[in-house]
């Protein structure tokens, strides 16, 4: 296997926005380009999770490509629901990694705000179990079935759980891409209305418009893709042994250390999937980050804070940085670049190993992704 | 379904009672299209080892671990809780309104968990 680097990377702002997809895609690509040095790609993968119910638009690889300018170049769509940027960086990793390709962009984005919310919850909720589904269950209902289980079994507070959405919107001010700028108190959070009990609003992230790319090559750069990956699970949240713990998060983060060669130990930064707050406390734990029943306590105590022994979404996360679908797990890698290569002003934490993780659907289809400045 | 979800095995119905524990539960105040707010959903280990996500009038006095009746009205299933007292009542089989409506539930268990076969959903 040969090693990817990643040349370059770069997204559009993230929020409401009124351009068409395709141009937020291309203008992402294209500057991702810019930063890489490099003008054509030996191909394309192309990501968005709903391109066809959001927009009403099919065949969206090739439409993508062509309006990039690259109707030549190769191009193919992967999807894996809200980790999909992270299953599209694998592709394209795997392109180079056998000598497929010796440059790719990778690209995603989601176009969602022109829709009513609760068509855009509905349209999100197809990822989940038909069966399931059928009874009213939605995504922040999913995530409040893990929640209620969490903070019974596992002793995770509302207090730990709010402070997740408190310290990223805290990041987020920081950063001038993100959907949500301004900070948020523990009171606010805690204050919020109940969307899905015990879920507030002020613990899910919002629905946002959006896109990121990046150019991975051949050749040696300024980061290393160290490793990637998957792990899976049952689609019915009624077949999963265990509701604390996602076992997709675990094998992916399993997969990645294994290929990198090292352990959490030497991960400095990390973008983890906030989608709902508690996620992030599950996810620190699922990929070792932390110890099982430590990540909530670490969380109030400052820990994952900017200026914390161990940075998590200084982006701002899905929370406040927002959640456009297919773009967020490339959206995480690109936050990870540019700490790896000093380039996050206002939020620059010191860095030589960071560590992407999304979560697809209901914690169907995981990625973890570990890269390592070079 | 068809397959066991981890194993591509064909699965075979059985029936299970009609009541179980409460695994995990939440009461959603935004539910999608076609539900009335606020929708309480619990998921329930029910007696035999089967899960099934249904519907309930209310979430109050609910705990993880509570013990819960299921009854399917048309094709949707339904749980109710039993608290202290229903139990009491469902086992002594005492007199009173409650008592009544208590063991017409107890009868109602074993052949409402048949429907979840045809369901396919036990």
């Not at chain 1, 926005?17 to 394309?44: F, G, N, S, T, Y």
């Not at chain 1, 015990?198 to 040696?220: F, K, N, Q, W």
Request: proline residues 5%.
């Amino acid at each position: 296997m040969r090693d990817v680097w990643i040349a370059g990377a770069d997204m559009t702002r993230v929020g409401r926005l009124d351009q068409p997809l395709q141009d937020l895609m291309a203008v992402a690509a294209h500057a991702a380009l810019r930063d890489a040095d490099r003008e054509r790609p030996d191909a394309i993968v192309v990501t968005t999770m709903n391109p066809e119910e959001f927009l009403g638009d099919a065949n969206f690889a090739s439409n993508v490509a062509t309006h990039m300018g690259f109707a030549n170049v190769p191009v193919i769509r992967v999807e894996t629901a809200s980790s999909s940027g992270a299953a599209a960086f694998y592709a394209g990793f795997a392109q180079i990694a056998a000598g497929l390709a010796r440059t790719v962009v990778v690209v995603g984005g989601e176009k969602m705000t022109h829709l009513p919310t609760p068509k855009v919850s509905e349209l999100i909720g197809r990822s989940l179990d038909p069966y399931e589904r059928s009874y009213g269950t939605t995504m922040p209902a999913f995530a409040a079935l893990v929640t209620r289980a969490l903070m019974a079994k596992r002793g995770v507070t509302e207090r730990e759980i709010a402070q997740v959405a408190v310290k990223n919107h805290a990041h987020g001010a920081r950063n001038p891409l993100a959907h949500f700028r301004e900070e948020i108190t523990l009171d606010m959070v805690l204050a919020s209305r109940m969307v899905a009990d015990p879920l507030r609003l002020y613990h899910c992230c919002p629905i946002s418009d959006g896109a990121a790319a990046v150019v991975l090559t051949a050749e040696r750069s300024t980061v290393r893709v160290a490793g990637v990956g998957q792990g899976t699970d049952s689609l019915g949240l009624r077949h999963r042994e265990s509701l604390t713990s996602f076992r997709a998060t675990q094998e992916a983060a399993s997969a990645a250390f294994a290929m990198a060669g090292f352990g959490p130990e030497r991960v400095d930064v990390a973008e983890i999937h906030d989608a709902f707050a508690p996620f992030e406390i599950v996810s620190l734990e699922d990929v070792g980050l932390f110890p099982v029943g430590k990540a909530g306590a670490a969380t109030l105590d400052g820990e994952t804070a900017l200026d914390g022994r161990l940075p998590i979404n200084t982006s701002g996360g899905l929370k406040a940085r927002g959640h456009p679908l297919a773009a967020t797990g490339l959206a995480q890698i690109v936050e990870c670049v540019w700490q790896l290569t000093w380039r996050a002003p206002r939020r620059q934490v010191r860095c030589s190993v960071a560590l992407a993780q999304s979560i697809g659907g209901p914690g169907t289809n995981n990625w973890v992704t570990i890269l390592e400045a070079g | 379904m068809r397959w066991c979800p981890r194993h591509p095995i064909e699965m075979t119905p059985t029936s299970v009672m009609g009541g179980g524990e409460v695994v995990t539960f939440t009461t959603l105040l935004s539910p999608p299209a076609g539900f009335k707010s606020p929708l309480h959903i619990a998921l329930v280990d029910l007696i035999g080892g089967a899960r099934l996500v249904c519907h309930g009038d209310k979430t109050q006095g609910l705990r993880i671990g509570s013990w819960v009746a299921i009854e399917a009205v048309g094709n949707v299933y339904y749980f109710s809780h039993l608290g202290t007292l229903d139990r009491a009542r469902l086992f002594w089989r005492r007199a009173g309104r409650a008592g009544e409506r208590m063991s017409a539930i107890a009868q109602s268990l074993a052949k409402r968990a048949w429907k979840g076969r045809s369901r396919g959903e036990t």
